[in-house]
């Protein structure tokens, strides 16, 4: 069966693991939502700053700030701006992420003779990497529309095709991934780490 590794105790299948990550991620990303349109928001005027580098009228003073004038605009909802692709980054992406570790984990590594904290790291790698090709076009689209800069005033699913097919139509594959260095390099490491912790805090908990 699909969701089975086939050994009846052994590991669950990797379709099964990629199935409970995407679920964790999907859930994930109504916590991270609105810390990441705070994020962002404040990120972004450090770009939009007035003359001799103060900032221009209108700019948030702070993360509370960020947090009363959304609520005072749209209501408490309004800090979830951006939940759909924040929603449909996440559970992409860790479903991704996990399956991609557990890929290199059961295949690559003893194709590669890696084993042990090695293996865990080149796994966690792999896995980072994973994550990031699948979901960065969704994490550039999130971004735009938790900003305002995406030029509609819609955040679902309609939204997202659009905004993605005006990135394509402006610079292909390219536009899509602008920026996808800077991430890699933050969460491969980010990535290893997390793993090879996990996996052996696990061990010595038997």
């Given at each position: 069966?699909?969701?089975?590794?086939?050994?009846?105790?052994?590991?669950?299948?990797?379709?099964?693991?990629?199935?409970?990550?995407g679920?964790?991620?999907?859930?994930?990303?109504?916590?991270?939502?609105?810390?990441?349109?705070?994020r962002?928001?404040?990120?972004?005027?450090?770009?939009?700053?007035?003359?001799?580098?103060?900032?221009?009228?209108?700019?948030?003073?702070?993360?509370?700030?960020?947090?009363?004038?959304?609520?005072?605009?749209?209501?408490?909802?309004?800090?979830?701006?951006?939940?759909?692709?924040?929603?449909?980054r996440?559970?992409?992406?860790?479903?991704?992420?996990?399956?991609?570790?557990?890929?290199?984990?059961?295949?690559?590594?003893?194709?590669?003779?890696?084993?042990?904290?090695?293996?865990?790291?080149?796994?966690?790698?792999?896995?980072?990497?994973?994550?990031?090709?699948?979901?960065?076009?969704?994490?550039?689209?999130?971004?735009?529309?938790?900003?305002g800069?995406?030029?509609?005033?819609?955040?679902?699913?309609?939204?997202?095709?659009?905004?993605?097919?005006?990135?394509?139509?402006?610079?292909?594959?390219?536009?899509?991934?602008?920026?996808?260095?800077?991430?890699?390099?933050?969460?491969?490491?980010?990535?290893?780490?997390?793993?090879?912790?996990?996996?052996?805090?696990?061990?010595?908990?038997?």
């Amino acid at each position: 069966e699909p969701f089975s590794s086939g050994a009846g105790t052994g590991p669950p299948g990797i379709p099964s693991v990629m199935l409970a990550a995407g679920v964790a991620g999907g859930v994930n990303s109504f916590v991270v939502t609105p810390v990441e349109l705070v994020r962002n928001n404040l990120m972004v005027q450090y770009g939009r700053r007035g003359a001799g580098g103060g900032r221009r009228a209108g700019s948030y003073a702070g993360a509370g700030d960020v947090v009363r004038r959304t609520v005072a605009e749209s209501g408490v909802l309004g800090l979830w701006r951006g939940a759909a692709s924040t929603f449909l980054r996440d559970s992409f992406g860790v479903a991704v992420w996990f399956g991609t570790f557990e890929g290199s984990q059961r295949h690559l590594c003893p194709a590669l003779g890696l084993a042990g904290m090695p293996g865990l790291l080149f796994s966690g790698v792999v896995g980072g990497f994973g994550f990031w090709a699948a979901a960065f076009p969704l994490d550039t689209i999130k971004s735009l529309i938790q900003v305002g800069s995406h030029g509609s005033e819609g955040t679902g699913p309609s939204a997202i095709r659009t905004l993605m097919g005006n990135l394509y139509r402006s610079g292909g594959i390219r536009r899509l991934y602008r920026g996808f260095g800077v991430a890699v390099l933050r969460g491969l490491p980010s990535s290893a780490i997390t793993f090879a912790v996990q996996r052996k805090v696990r061990e010595a908990m038997g």
